[in-house]
């Protein structure tokens, strides 16, 4: 039941659609790769597009012949990408990536802005936890004008206390 909360959480906080096709390179013993890259977009309407692993050097060509339009990874599997990207820095014709969603790490400002500057999409740090996903992340459409936050809360309530009094804040 947790799991099928968590992907309804990220369905609506990700503006998750029908069309959507996610490429999924996330391992699948991975919370982030059964809720995030499989759950929410099977029971968003979308579709999924299994790798069987991550393979940055067939990673571009996957998402044009796929028509994949979102995906889900780490801090490194984003830089490895963009590397791949190499000196032009766009990815090929016909990629229709709408946004990159981070995984497994903080994402630095300047490795979301540098993803956001290639891809020409939305991109969204999160954050999550095995025990309890998803926690928090920006919403869609979201201009990567805070650096360092999370977002907003997506799923459980949380609450921050007064370190020396114990008494919840705002």
């Given at each position: 039941?947790c799991?099928?909360?968590?992907?309804a959480?990220?369905?609506?906080?990700?503006?998750?659609r029908?069309?959507d096709?996610?490429?999924?390179v996330?391992p699948?013993?991975?919370?982030g790769g059964?809720?995030r890259n499989?759950?929410?977009?099977i029971l968003s309407?979308?579709?999924?597009?299994c790798?069987?692993?991550?393979?940055?050097?067939l990673?571009w060509?996957c998402?044009v012949?796929?028509?994949v339009?979102?995906y889900y990874a780490?801090?490194t599997?984003?830089?490895?990408l963009?590397?791949?990207?190499?000196?032009?820095?766009?990815?090929?014709?016909g990629?229709?990536?709408r946004?990159?969603?981070?995984?497994s790490?903080?994402?630095s400002?300047?490795?979301?802005t540098?993803?956001?500057r290639s891809?020409?999409?939305?991109?969204?740090p999160?954050?999550?936890?095995?025990?309890?996903?998803?926690i928090s992340t920006?919403?869609?459409?979201y201009a990567?004008?805070r650096?360092?936050?999370s977002g907003v809360l997506?799923g459980?309530?949380a609450r921050v206390?007064?370190p020396?009094?114990?008494r919840?804040?705002?």
């Open positions: 039941e799991l099928l909360v968590g992907a959480c990220i369905i609506q906080s990700w503006g998750l029908g069309d096709v996610c490429l999924n996330m699948l013993f991975h919370v059964i809720v499989l759950l929410a977009p309407g979308g579709s999924v597009v790798a069987g692993g991550f393979d940055p050097c990673f060509q998402c012949e796929r028509g339009t979102w780490g801090p599997m984003h830089q490895l963009l590397q791949e990207l190499g000196d032009e820095g766009t990815p090929p014709p990629c229709r990536i946004a990159v969603f981070n995984a790490g903080g994402l400002h300047a490795l979301a540098n993803l956001r891809l020409g999409c939305c991109v969204l999160s954050y999550g936890m095995t025990e309890c996903m998803p920006p919403p869609i459409g990567l004008d650096p360092g936050t997506c459980p309530k206390y007064d020396v009094g114990g919840p804040l705002g």
